[in-house]
């Protein structure tokens, strides 16, 4: 059973900064793209951050880029979110997600699992 679980979330206020983490089980993870989305509530998901199997490549929402760093141990099957100088408008519900290609975590449109979400509050 393929599973994503997230962990990391949870309120803080604006300046601060998270490390979200999601533990892959029951895929190969040197095999897949990784990322994270967010859906903020009243919104659509978005793309946040993607890194590929190898880790040599990683691709950033413009919103985040220069404040959040993803990155992945494939030795412990997981992928991280650093998350920096976090700001109100990052509030949102945050999915990892796996998928063969960056530009299925990109696009979302051919993602081959996505985890339950954890929850990232920035107060003003």
């Known amino acids: 059973q393929v599973q994503l679980v997230e962990s990391g979330g949870g309120l803080v206020q604006a300046g601060d900064s998270l490390r979200l983490s999601c533990v892959v089980s029951g895929l190969t993870f040197s095999s897949y793209a990784m990322g994270w989305c967010r859906q903020a509530p009243g919104k659509e998901r978005e793309f946040v951050a993607a890194?590929?199997?190898?880790?040599?490549?990683?691709k950033y929402a413009d919103p985040v880029q220069g404040r959040f760093t993803i990155s992945g141990d494939n030795a412990k099957n997981t992928v991280y979110l650093q998350m920096n100088s976090l700001e109100p408008e990052d509030t949102a519900d945050y999915y990892c997600?796996?998928?063969?290609?960056?530009?299925?975590?990109?696009?979302?449109?051919?993602?081959?699992?996505w985890g339950q979400g954890t929850l990232v509050t920035v107060s003003s």
């Open positions: 890194i590929s199997w190898s880790g040599a490549n990683t």
């Open positions: 997600a796996a998928g063969p290609t960056l530009g299925a975590i990109v696009t979302g449109g051919n993602v081959r699992v």
